[in-house]
């Protein structure tokens, strides 16, 4: 069955669509101060959740003039790798280390 105009004109849109959100995700690496809605789209963290975040204390952020809301990206990059999980490996040689010393 062919395809229709609008159809192809739908793929290509979404193709667009999707070349534009990398050149964001991009730009926002390029960036060292970020503001609310593009830690929201970096981080992919709901918006309500990001402002519970914000006010409790669970992530580095700046409020200059009291309102406006502003972070760095490497520090929200570290608050994204933080609570590492070992892995299996690690735990194994971890465990060793501890048996042998015992």
Same mark, same amino acid.
């Given at each position: 069955?062919?395809?229709?105009?609008?159809?192809?004109?739908s #793929?290509?849109? !979404?193709?667009?669509?999707?070349k534009?959100? %990398?050149?964001?995700?991009?730009?926002?690496t390029?960036? *060292?101060?970020?503001n609310?809605?593009?830690?929201?789209?970096?981080? #992919?963290?709901? !918006?309500?959740?990001?402002?519970?975040?914000? %006010?409790?204390?669970?992530?580095?952020?700046y409020k200059p *003039?009291?309102?406006?809301?502003?972070?760095?990206?490497e520090?929200?990059?570290e608050?994204?790798?933080s609570?590492?999980?070992?892995?299996?490996?690690?735990?194994?040689e971890?465990?060793?280390?501890?048996?042998?010393?015992?």
């Open positions: 069955m062919k395809e229709t105009t609008e159809q192809i004109l #793929k290509q849109i !979404e193709a667009l669509k999707l534009i959100e %990398s050149i964001e995700k991009l730009f926002l390029q960036k *060292n101060v970020l609310f809605s593009e830690v929201k789209s970096y981080t #992919k963290l709901s !918006e309500s959740y990001l402002y519970q975040l914000t %006010s409790n204390g669970g992530i580095p952020c *003039n009291g309102k406006l809301l502003y972070f760095k990206r520090e929200v990059e608050w994204m790798l609570n590492r999980r070992a892995t299996n490996i690690e735990l194994d971890l465990a060793s280390t501890h048996i042998s010393i015992a």
